[in-house]
Nanobody, 112 residues
């Protein structure tokens, strides 16, 4: 059974930082991994994606503030979030791109 387990969310003041982690079990390394988020009463949106080779893609709203990375040996993907803004408040999900595998989500709340 494939499982994606996120951790690292929490409450932080604007301008602060958080690092999210996602560990994949029950599967070989998934070629493309991504972080998505769903703000309150809004649709889920892509935040960042990364390939096994390290190629990355970011939403315009997080470019220059967030960094996605992965450790293929640990079958894990990370999201370093700096200069957080209140509009970054959302539930953040880890996803294996083009697979049905999603994590349970981790809440990130940024206070002003």
């Amino acid at each position: 059974q494939v499982q994606l387990v996120e951790s690292g969310g929490g409450l932080v003041q604007a301008g602060g930082s958080l690092r999210l982690s996602c560990v994949v079990s029950g599967s070989d390394v998934i070629m493309y991994m991504g972080w998505y988020r769903q703000p309150p009463e809004k649709q889920r949106e892509m935040v960042a994606t990364i390939s096994t080779g390290g190629s990355t893609n970011y939403a315009d709203s997080v470019k220059g503030r967030f960094t996605i990375s992965r450790d293929n040996a640990k079958n894990a993907v990370y999201l370093q979030m700096n200069s957080l803004k209140p509009e970054d408040t959302a539930v953040y999900y880890c996803n294996g791109i083009a697979t049905p595998y999603w994590g349970q989500g981790t809440q990130v709340t940024v206070s002003s």
